[in-house]
């Protein structure tokens, strides 16, 4: 996906660079960390980008599954720490069978999930 480079400007630099000297670990697995990750994202709260509570400190593996996911509007493959799906539309989130044949059998293309829940998934699972 591209970067939209009006959104990382020097200001932003500074503070990134800044935020992952204090915080050197992924939050999610323990590994070094490599971005400063805006865990409700500008685009849905551009008044949080320069907002050092609305960072988190991610690898670069976790950060690839979990944002990318979010910023598609699908939670495809991200999981918690467990390996339980975040994904809303994944069969095992159903509460009844048949409601889990209904999900499963939808088409990939109505299996959105609006960005405001997902960054409310997202704020979740980074406090886990």
């Excluded at 697995?29 to 988190?56: F, T």
Aim: proline fraction near 7%; hydrophobic fraction near 30%.
């Amino acid at each position: 996906m591209p970067v939209d480079r009006r959104l990382y400007d020097k200001r932003w630099e500074k503070l990134s660079r800044s935020f992952l000297r204090a915080n050197r670990h992924c939050v999610r697995c323990g590994e070094p960390s490599a971005h400063a990750d805006h865990i409700v994202p500008v685009k849905v709260a551009p008044h949080r980008r320069y907002d050092r509570s609305n960072l988190q400190a991610l690898c670069q593996p976790c950060h690839n599954r979990i944002t990318t996911a979010y910023e598609k509007g699908s939670l495809a493959g991200a999981c918690d720490e467990d390996g339980v799906s975040l994904d809303p539309w994944h069969p095992w989130a159903q509460e009844t069978n048949a409601d889990a044949i209904k999900v499963a059998n939808l088409p990939k293309d109505k299996r959105t999930v609006d960005p405001r829940y997902a960054a409310t998934l997202k704020a979740r699972v980074s406090r886990q």
